[in-house]
């Protein structure tokens, strides 16, 4: 869409399909009063192609609109908002192929029912400005929306890490060293690798991993700690053995100029955590753990131990397996962290697998349920410990259960914040059968919401704000039930 002549194209073909609904025509009436091919008029109308003089003059005689209607780049009211897209880099940053949706298909849509679609594209900028939705969480949404519908499961990607691992005589488990990789990247991708202080450059201090790709030098901070350092180098790999060109430089701070970047980000941390944790063996350990009787902490913590001393790792890969091989599709993942000195919960990554469940990240600074297993860790933790606990939630409101489990530790590489990750799994008849231990004593079923501004359970011990959405819901619900009753009333000829 940068080209001029693209923008031109596009503007005509509009102008010309608007021209023609103005007389009810189909592009089939169009075509006979106007002796031109029907496909050929769908393709100008596409912004496909760009009629020459003589033709625009037939167009516009049997439309009964003069040249200049047709051929001016200037839109009418109607359209105007789509002007500003079309000569933004809209089309370029927006991954909509990513969707199915090409610019033509975007077009076509909007050319039906300009009015509607404009109004609802000024209503998502306007809703955007409002919550503050800039550039960067709008990529990450968009990203989350591409994952979930490939279930976060990308087979082509496993294969590459099968293939590398062979190649290289690497074995899938937590004793991969860093040297190994180091040494993977230094001679057959002639990286330069650098341990480096990042404190004297302020706020750098938290910055885990700096690329630059002038020298193909990585720059480590001294300060990761093992596991840290064998992902960055897996994932360093990563974008090597996938061929991501266009990539961010900085890790876990992200600057990035493009979607691309990000989704290369994605991709490349996906090699690294499939390089990690062995797809068959976390399917085979699994499998076995859902097979016990009865719920123990200590059986997930083993789990995890057995393949990473990380359990963001081990959380976050449990997403890619959880669906696509062991059948469990309705699901999700949440990151948590609390900060230091503040009270304050917040929800830093998330994924919905089938569609989106019960919790879900608030934009609006609402209170997240203190009955939430991963918030009770995050309050329960001590110094320097890493807590693992499950309960079932039944989110009172919808009438669903989850089975979540949680894992809660002190952020190793921040000033004490502490975050918690966790899984739910929707129960329904599936996953009961799948899970042999969802009727353990053990575990406890707590009555929750989402937020406790729009929850209903009256006796909450831990409530931090009334539920003045929820309240707002009922007082709606009421209206429209006293205006149906006056309606009924009337009709009835009751009222008097």
């Excluded at 696509?324 to 309705?330: F, P, R, W």
Aim: hydrophobic share 35%; with cysteine.
């Amino acid at each position: 869409m940068n080209a001029e002549s693209d923008f031109i194209k596009t503007v005509f073909g509009l102008k010309l399909k608007q021209q023609r609904q103005k007389k009810n025509w189909s592009l089939q009436d169009l075509a006979v009063k106007t002796g031109l091919s029907k496909s050929y008029l769908n393709e100008i109308e596409n912004g496909k192609k760009y009629p020459k003089h003589d033709k625009i003059i037939q167009l516009s005689e049997a439309l009964n609109c003069t040249f200049d209607d047709l051929v001016s780049t200037k839109l009418d009211k109607s359209l105007a908002p789509f002007n500003e897209i079309l000569q933004s880099d809209f089309f370029k940053e927006v991954p909509l192929d990513l969707f199915g949706i090409n610019k033509n298909n975007l077009i076509s849509i909007i050319s039906d029912a300009p009015k509607k679609v404009t109004a609802f594209i000024n209503a998502l900028i306007e809703i955007s400005q409002n919550y503050n939705l800039g550039k960067e969480r709008f990529y990450f949404a968009v990203l989350r929306s591409f994952q979930e519908l490939y279930d976060n499961y990308f087979p082509e990607i496993e294969e590459k890490v099968i293939q590398f691992a062979k190649e290289n005589n690497l074995e899938f488990n937590k004793n991969l060293k860093s040297e190994v990789l180091e040494n993977i990247l230094i001679e057959k991708f002639k990286y330069t690798i650098q341990s480096e202080d990042f404190e004297p450059y302020g706020t750098l201090d938290n910055l885990r991993s700096l690329f630059i790709p002038e020298k193909k030098l990585l720059l480590l901070n001294k300060k990761l700690e093992k596991d840290q350092r064998v992902f960055i180098l897996a994932k360093e790999i990563g974008f090597t053995i996938l061929y991501l060109k266009n990539r961010p430089n900085t890790y876990s701070w992200l600057d990035f100029g493009s979607f691309e970047e990000i989704l290369n980000n994605f991709y490349a941390s996906y090699f690294a955590g499939a390089l990690l944790i062995s797809k068959e063996k976390i399917i085979e350990n699994t499998s076995d753990f859902f097979l016990q009787n009865s719920w123990k902490p200590q059986s997930f913590t083993s789990l995890i131990d057995s393949f990473t001393n990380s359990p963001e790792t081990f959380y976050y890969r449990l997403t890619n397996i959880l669906s696509s091989e062991i059948g469990i599709k309705d699901l999700f993942y949440l990151c948590l962290v609390k900060k230091k000195g503040s009270d304050k919960i917040q929800i830093l990554k998330e994924l919905h697998l089938n569609h989106q469940q019960a919790p879900h990240a608030n934009a609006t600074n609402e209170h997240y349920c203190r009955r939430w297993i991963a918030v009770k860790n995050l309050h329960h933790l001590k110094q320097n410990e890493t807590l693992t606990d499950a309960q079932i939630s039944h989110y009172k409101d919808q009438g669903i259960s989850y089975l979540v489990i949680s894992t809660s530790q002190k952020n190793p590489f921040s000033d004490g914040s502490n975050r918690s990750y966790c899984l739910g799994i929707l129960l329904n008849s599936q996953t009961i059968k799948k899970i042999n231990f969802i009727k353990s004593p053990s575990l406890q079923t707590i009555n929750v919401g989402v937020t406790c501004e729009s929850c209903s359970i009256a006796d909450c011990e831990v409530r931090q704000a009334p539920p003045v959405r929820l309240e707002k819901e009922y007082f709606n619900l009421s209206m429209k039930a006293s205006i149906e009753k006056i309606r009924k009333e009337i009709e009835s000829g009751n009222k008097k």
